[in-house]
């Protein structure tokens, strides 16, 4: 729309020239008097100063379509400026984004996952477009707060994928509560870019691994189901904060505090990790009171207070925990 606004505009400029020049070698007018005319003809405002009343008739008739052309001039003029000043103070509004981006990640879906998923990319350091219905999604306002590029429109459509510059992400994340339109966003972007890297979001986790091998995908995950075994032992064991799954093997991650008896207090983070048969990971450490550091150091010795977030099989749970307070 633009270009054609401004290839109009200029045609309503070459027009303008080529008047003064009839004008000025026509009427006998000057450079300036014939300028005058030319814009007052073409804007239809003529005071009655200079007429065609007595010209000849080639130029009456040349005046009788510059006066119409004017007036697609002018509409020309005015498309242009409401583009340029309305149009995109619209698109802001509508959280569409022009720049074009490179190298980023495109979340399809502002939903309670789709917001949590956009925050910790973002706090990574990457860019992230997401793609929503404006008036579906509450989290609107805070996906803008935390610098996501946010463009509305149905995750579905090519053109809301070509928009979030799909074809240029590094990857996407197919997060909405529907499943059918989560597959249907994960293969519209497979299709404009065939390299990216796809997750998408399904509540059935053994139909998710069936789609993820059967069409290609990078992941497809069940979110209930990768949550449930933390609700479940979280139930029983509050140091439980999370849970993953590997190889179809839950695994635990586990916050300890050190009690005066520990019998990890005086070892290293090494001495600790070989005691449990090699099957718990320390993941951060801490003392009270402090910042804890991500993977730290085998040769750190542990001592009363400190906090320990660890990994373990499920099998280990209550052990771990008897070590940690004894």
């Known amino acids: 729309m633009r270009r054609a606004s401004k290839l109009l505009l200029t045609a309503a400029l070459a027009l303008l020239l ?3 020049i009839v004008f000025h070698v026509a009427l006998d007018l000057s450079p300036l008097d014939a300028f005058y005319f030319a814009v007052t003809t073409m804007t ?27 007036v697609v ?7 242009l400026l409401a583009d340029y000043l309305v149009g995109e103070r619209i698109e802001k509004l509508l959280g569409k984004d022009t720049r074009p981006m490179k190298n980023h990640v495109v979340v399809c879906g502002l939903g309670r996952v789709g917001i949590r998923v956009a925050e910790h990319l973002r706090a990574s350091g990457y860019e992230v477009v997401a793609i929503e219905h404006v008036e579906a999604h509450p989290h609107l306002d805070e996906a803008k707060r935390i610098g996501c590029h946010v463009v509305a429109g149905d995750i579905r459509s090519e053109e809301a994928l070509r928009a979030a510059f799909i074809e240029q992400a ?3 994340v197919a997060c909405s509560n529907d499943d059918l339109a989560n597959l249907d966003a994960a293969l519209t972007a497979r299709e404009l870019n065939p390299a990216i890297r796809v997750v998408m979001r399904m509540f059935d986790q053994k139909l998710a691994q069936k ?3 059967a069409f290609d995908l990078s992941a497809a995950m069940s979110t209930s189901s990768i949550a449930a075994p933390a609700f479940a032992f979280a139930a029983l064991h509050p140091n ?10 839950t695994v635990l991650n586990v916050e300890l505090i050190l009690g005066p008896g520990s019998r990890f207090v005086g070892k290293t983070i090494r001495e ?15 003392p009270d009171d402090q910042e804890r550091k991500l993977h730290p150091t085998g040769d750190t010795t542990l001592g009363e207070r400190d906090h320990l977030l660890v990994c373990i099989a499920p099998d280990m749970l209550d052990e771990v925990e008897d070590y940690a307070r004894a």
Request: aromatic letters at 6%; charged letters at 15%.
């Open 18 to 20: 080529v008047s003064v």
């Open 44 to 70: 239809t405002v003529g005071y009655g100063d200079i007429s065609l009343h007595d010209a000849p008739p080639g130029i009456k008739v040349y005046g009788t379509v510059l006066m119409l052309g004017g």
């Open 73 to 79: 001039a002018t509409a020309a003029l005015v498309g």
């Open 170 to 172: 590094r990857g996407v």
């Open 211 to 213: 789609i993820s091998g």
């Open 240 to 249: 439980v904060v999370g849970s993953f799954v590997v190889d179809g093997r």
């Open 272 to 286: 600790v990790e070989r005691s449990v048969s090699g099957r718990l990971t320390v993941l951060a450490w801490g």
